[in-house]
C-alpha cells in the first residue's frame, strides 16, 4: 500500500510501559499503519505477559499488517517446551532468563505453553520492496540463503546488500553499518532518506536500563525515536 505507514520496534522483553509510551511517540496508529517487531518479546524484563497480551490481541485486530518475527528468545522458548523436551534446550533457556517468563505467565493463571503456536507462527523475516525485516542479522541478502542461527543469533555487521532493520545486539544508540568500514550514529527526531542498502540496528538495550528505541517509515523516509527505560540496569548478555 502506498501511504502505509510501517512502525519498527524491537527487542521488549517485557518492558510494556516503555513499548506503549514508544508507540504513542511514533504515533502510532493500529487502524491504519503496518506494526513490525524484530522479536524477543518474552525474558528479562518486569510485563512480559502484559506485552504478549496486548501484541497478542493487537494481532488480532490488525491481521496481516502486524508482523511479529520471532526472536533468539521466542525460539529458546520453543525448543525449551517443545514435546521432546530436551534438557539441554531447557537449561539454555533457563540460563537466559526463561523462569522470569514462565512466571510471569503464572502469575496470570496461564502457561506459556498453551500459546506455544501463537509463537510458533512468527515468521524469522519479512520482506518489503524497500527493506529487509529480521531479528538479528543477514549475510546474503536474500533471507532465505541464510542459517537460522544467522537470522535469530548472528552478530555480524558488515553486511552490504539490501538494506536490512535489526534488533538483537544492544548498542547504545541506534546505528547504520554498511560494509565492514561504514558506520554511523543514527540522530533521532529528524527524518531521513532510507538508504538502499546496508543495515539499520534498533536495539538500544531497554531492559538493560537504557533506551527502547523505534523507527517510522513513510515512502522512502524515515524517522527513529526512543524513550527512556524504566528498569535498573542489570546483567547483559
Ligand atoms: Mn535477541
Not at 517446551?81 to 496461564?110: C, P, Q
Not at 527524518?191 to 523507527?215: E, K, Y
Request: proline share 3%; charged share 30%.
Amino acid at each position: 500500500m502506498r501511504n502505509e505507514r510501517v512502525v519498527v520496534i524491537t527487542d521488549i522483553h517485557g518492558c510494556y510501559d516503555e513499548m506503549r509510551q514508544l508507540l504513542d511517540k511514533l504515533s502510532f496508529d493500529k487502524g491504519h499503519d503496518r506494526l513490525i517487531n524484530l522479536g524477543d518479546t518474552i525474558d528479562r524484563g518486569p510485563k512480559i505477559y502484559e506485552v504478549f497480551e496486548f501484541l497478542r490481541d493487537l494481532k488480532e485486530e490488525m491481521g496481516e499488517r502486524c508482523v511479529l518475527i520471532k526472536g533468539n528468545h521466542e525460539q529458546m522458548m520453543l525448543d525449551a517446551t517443545s514435546a521432546e523436551r530436551n534438557r539441554r534446550y531447557k537449561d539454555l533457556w533457563y540460563m537466559n532468563s526463561g523462569e522470569k517468563t514462565v512466571f510471569a505467565f503464572i502469575g496470570h493463571k496461564h502457561r506459556i505453553n498453551e500459546f506455544r503456536e501463537w509463537y510458533e507462527q512468527m515468521p524469522y523475516y519479512y520482506t518489503d520492496e524497500r527493506f529487509i525485516c529480521v531479528h538479528a542479522c543477514l549475510k546474503d541478502e536474500d533471507p532465505e540463503k541464510n542459517e537460522r542461527e544467522t537470522l535469530i543469533w548472528g552478530r555480524d555487521t558488515d553486511y552490504a546488500g539490501k538494506l536490512v532493520l535489526t534488533g538483537h545486539t544492544p548498542y547504545r544508540l541506534p546505528l547504520y553499518f554498511c560494509g565492514s568500514s561504514k558506520v554511523g550514529e543514527i540522530r533521532e527526531g529528524a527524518w531521513g532518506r532510507l538508504p538502499g542498502s546496508g543495515m539499520i540496528a534498533l536495539d538500544t538495550g531497554c531492559v538493560f536500563g537504557n533506551r527502547l528505541t523505534g523507527m517510522v517509515i513513510e515512502e522512502d523516509r524515515f524517522k527513529v525515536e526512543s524513550v527512556a527505560s524504566t528498569v535498573m540496569a542489570g546483567r547483559r548478555g
